[in-house]
């Protein structure tokens, strides 16, 4: 596997972006070892809240939600999947699947031996974070979803299938112009530039190019036999479980439904929709500070994190 990695130059001086990388090496099946990066806030003993983003986004998009988290005392984690980000890059489209996703950031999760997390989780970040807490389900002691889903090969939104056809059409994958077009805001070029930041050129974007075609939405996908599994776990998942999709999303609209109906732990939680598009956290983040924070302080932990 060739990987590449982005220079630290290109992260030097972006707006509203304070956080010193931390890293970790995971290991694909082939031996080949990834340098993967995230972003941490807060006290060490803190509660861990993870906070997981999509494509072709990175952890940038929770600039303004990490410092909110870490001054309310918890310990904030937010990774960048691999190939998004400061994390390792494969260079070839290939080498992108959705299993190999969950198995690198299994590792990452189990690596750090984190538990009682809090998952929030958006886009892809759901897809992924959904089948951590089905593989690991002792490390999470809570859940929200927004605008997301783990489907299972029963067909797709129009939103969906638009943005398909975007994203394998457009010869050159503008990032930061798509991330613009799911924000209910428009983004600085500040902001914009640090979107672009982690792809200097074009082979730096196999990543983001590749996961739309992954999202298994018809029954020929691969992922769909795992995703199913996943589901039986969430459906027997009665910790705290929370739905906040935001009213101005076209690619996710109406999935917290199938949340609400199957998974055990929605029962008789303050499910929410936050204002904004897609990428909810660059349009109401004081608000999923506030969010999460209520969540966590109405269903405390039984037993103390380690």
């Known amino acids: ?112 031996d984190l538990t009682g997390v809090t998952l929030f989780c958006q886009d892809w970040g759901g897809l992924i974070g959904l089948r951590l807490v089905a593989a690991l389900p002792d490390r999470f002691a809570r859940v929200v979803v927004a605008n997301t889903g783990l489907p299972t090969g029963t067909g797709l939104s129009e939103g969906f299938e638009a943005w398909l056809k975007l994203s394998q059409t457009i010869p050159v994958f503008m990032t930061s112009g798509i991330v613009n077009m799911g924000c209910a805001r428009e983004l600085s070029e500040g902001e914009k530039a640090a979107y672009d930041a982690p792809f200097p050129e074009e082979t730096f974007k196999e990543g983001a190019r590749q996961f739309p075609t992954l999202v298994p939405v018809t029954p020929e996908h691969a992922s769909v036999a795992e995703n199913l599994a996943a589901w039986t776990v969430l459906e027997t998942f009665d910790k705290p479980f929370l739905t906040a999709f935001s009213d101005a999303d076209p690619i996710t609209r109406g999935g917290f439904a199938i949340f609400q109906a199957r998974v055990p732990g929605t029962k008789g939680q303050a499910h929410v929709t936050l204002p904004g598009g897609h990428f909810l956290q660059e349009d109401c983040p004081d608000a999923i500070v506030d969010l999460l924070d209520r969540f966590i302080q109405a269903n405390p932990l039984t037993e103390s994190p380690s």
């Open 1 to 112: 596997m060739q990987v590449l990695r982005t220079p630290d130059d290109r992260f030097e001086s972006l707006p509203d972006w304070p956080f010193a990388p931390h890293y970790r090496d995971v290991v694909d099946a082939d031996g080949t070892a990834l340098r993967l990066c995230w972003a941490e806030a807060g006290p060490a003993d803190g509660q861990p809240v993870l906070l997981m983003h999509g494509e072709p986004s990175w952890s940038y998009l929770y600039r303004r939600i990490i410092p909110g988290l870490a001054g309310k005392g918890y310990r904030v984690l937010a990774p960048d999947l691999i190939g998004f980000g400061r994390s390792d890059k494969p260079a070839a489209r290939g080498d992108y699947t959705f299993e190999r996703h969950v198995d690198w950031m299994s590792q990452w999760l189990a690596g750090l």
